[in-house]
């Protein structure tokens, strides 16, 4: 298998000077079928994914790649149609009820959703479509169907999968169902082109998937510096915000369900004003995120965490918030706490260090890529919430820790560029489609 190197230590399976000999796609059909490009990210089902998904359509179309995505409306009266940039169309498909329909009932809905994506081709010539993109099992299925019916290669992005979420599983998470883990097997197979996020990714693939090794590329997904940077610095973020300038203010940005673990971050708060009572004056603990997946069961469980374990006077629970305050909330921080179960990269952590703000994490999926250890935040071991408050000691101890450590985080994010991904996500595709072509040619032959 012909691999290559880049800096940012991606594979990809053929080298992007023979890649140039080959025709990129002109128009990609993108499916994200669970969660719509045009949400707010942190509540619900929207996260990560969403903004993944949006920026990687805008870089794409602005290297004249045109993408359409097909999403579910979850709204009656939608649009059927929506430009969300010069080149990105957003298409709405009636499929199952508007509102209150879990992740989980979703697989029921996808013979609707199929339908909807067909009824939208059915109006174009043969061929309108070059190549189709998955993201998540749920869009893999009907990714399946369309790239078979439309003779075109199917590419396709995990971002979580199943079998590596149960090896994992938090207290009072269910396990993913078994026809999620033969449903991701089935997609294995049937794309021509695997986009992981990280090595770890890739190999987790070939591991529990039985992927074959040449099909999977790894991209890093990217983060929007323009957006997510220093600027004007903690003080001026923390008077915007209305926060105490001299505060250790440890973060959790997210959806608040057992996976993401933010009751490790009040569990940790609590041993540590346990230890050091003084620190009560001088810590702050936003949650900023909304319930989402298993977490919506008890929307209120964080809330009654923080009141038994006697901190409730120091943590303070935000709504989500658009990307751009959401910037504001990383850079006002002292440190960004992700004690995630699972996280196939933890795009929050690219964000956060990109605003200058060092993380805490635990060392799962793709967030010792994300994070360099000890440089530009710290990575722990598993969940105990002593370890945790160890690092949060530390951090009260040190002032000038956010500010050394954060220098380096934005430095270290600065790698994480978009069009970087975007670059890298259009070679993949151009090696599917010559592949897909060859197969066909020989098929023919």
Not at 380 to 404: I, K, M, S, T
Request: hydrophobic content about 45%; overall charge neutral.
């Amino acid at each position: 298998m012909s691999q290559y190197v880049s800096r940012l230590g991606r594979r990809s399976p053929a080298a992007p000077s023979r890649l140039r000999l080959h025709r990129r796609p002109r128009r990609v059909a993108m499916l994200s079928v669970h969660t719509s490009p045009l949400h707010q990210p942190g509540m619900g089902d929207a996260g990560g994914m969403n903004v993944y998904i949006v920026e990687l359509a805008q870089r794409l179309a602005a290297i004249n790649i045109e993408v359409e995505i097909f999403t579910r409306a979850t709204t009656g009266g939608l649009p059927p149609k929506v430009e969300l940039a010069p080149g990105v169309l957003v298409r709405h498909i009636d499929a199952g009820p508007y509102e209150g329909l879990a992740k989980e009932d979703l697989p029921a809905q996808l013979c609707a959703f199929t339908h909807g994506v067909m009824q939208a081709w059915a109006g174009h010539r043969p061929g309108y479509y070059d190549l189709v993109h998955s993201h998540y099992w749920l869009s893999g299925h009907v990714g399946w169907l369309a790239a078979e019916r439309w003779g075109a290669p199917l590419v396709h992005a995990m971002h979580t999968m199943a079998k590596v979420k149960n090896a994992a599983l938090a207290e009072g998470d269910a396990p993913e169902p078994a026809a999620r883990v033969i449903g991701e097997t089935q997609i294995v197979r049937a794309a021509d082109r695997l986009i992981a996020n990280t090595s770890e990714e890739a190999d987790e693939l070939v591991r529990h998937y039985d992927a074959d090794p040449g099909k999977v590329a790894v991209v890093h997904p990217g983060v929007n510096l323009d957006r997510f940077r220093p600027a004007d610095g903690r003080a001026a973020a923390r008077a915007r915000l209305g926060l105490p300038q001299d505060a250790l203010i440890p973060l959790f940005a997210g959806r608040i369900q057992p996976l993401k673990a933010p009751d490790v971050l009040l569990r940790a708060v609590a041993v540590l004003l346990q230890e050091r009572p003084e620190l009560r004056s001088k810590i702050l603990v936003p949650v900023v995120g909304g319930p989402s997946g298993s977490g919506l069961a008890k929307p209120e469980g964080l809330q009654k965490l923080a009141a038994r374990l006697g901190i409730a006077d120091v943590v303070c629970f935000r709504p989500p918030v658009d990307q751009d305050q959401l910037a504001d909330w990383f850079r006002a921080a002292s440190v960004l706490v992700m004690p995630s179960y699972s996280e196939s990269f933890g795009l929050v952590a690219i964000e956060a260090q990109a605003s200058g703000t060092p993380v805490l994490a635990a060392a799962v999926g793709g967030l010792p890529v994300a994070v360099r250890d000890k440089e530009t935040g710290i990575l722990v071991p598993g969940h105990d919430p002593v370890d945790y408050a160890r690092v949060l000691r530390d951090f009260a101890d040190n002032p000038a820790l956010p500010e050394r450590m954060g220098e380096a985080a934005a430095w270290h994010a600065k790698s994480f560029g978009w069009n970087t991904a975007a670059s890298a996500t259009a070679d993949v595709y151009t090696a599917a489609v010559h592949d897909h072509r060859r197969r066909v040619r020989s098929h023919h032959g």
